[in-house]
């Protein structure tokens, strides 16, 4: 697996499982009907912020991150990050390789931490790995996220130092 700066080409093979997910409405805040031209706006992020595409060797892409401050100004120290794996590439080691891709980035960078604002705690594969990675649950919104079948559920903040 490769991981590689995303282009606007990329896009077209990111869409269709950034929209399954989105429309979904079980682990992103974002509306479960954003629209493509909005969801690329928000997704494919400008420098100094990032956006990559983790791709087999045929060049398929499995899975996508896009990572950038957390804060601006006094708060621009800390990082964050959001992760799509195309469903049909989970289990397979894609998120991790995106998080510590990631991760790396922000230490590269300069950052001094990393921060996840809203991991729905439901989302216990997320949860999971992020915590093997050396995140820590720092407080939970209650009910901070209306989860289409569980109904309202937390949304945990994540952090970890670099």
């Not at 606007?8 to 979904?24: E, S, T």
């Not at 493509?36 to 400008?46: A, I, T, Y």
């Not at 989970?90 to 604002?117: I, K, S």
Request: glycine share 10%; aromatic share 10%.
């Amino acid at each position: 697996m490769l991981i590689r700066e995303a282009t606007a080409q990329d896009w077209p093979a990111i869409w269709p499982f950034f929209h399954k997910i989105v429309a979904a409405g079980e682990t992103f805040t974002y509306p479960v009907d954003l629209g493509e031209e909005q969801g690329r706006d928000w997704w494919l992020l400008q420098a100094p912020n990032r956006t990559v595409v983790a791709v087999d060797p045929d060049g398929t892409v499995l899975g996508t991150a896009k990572m950038n401050n957390n804060q601006a100004g006094n708060g621009a120290h800390v990082a964050s990050a959001s992760y799509m794996v195309d469903p049909a590439h989970t289990g397979h080691g894609v998120g991790r390789a995106l998080c510590e891709h990631t991760l790396e980035w922000a230490r590269v960078a300069g950052f001094r931490a990393m921060q996840f604002n809203a991991v729905v705690e439901t989302n216990t594969h997320a949860v999971r790995l992020y915590r093997s990675l050396g995140f820590e649950i720092i407080g939970t919104v209650p009910e901070g996220f209306h989860h289409p079948a569980q109904g309202y559920v937390g949304l945990h903040i994540m952090h970890r130092p670099l």
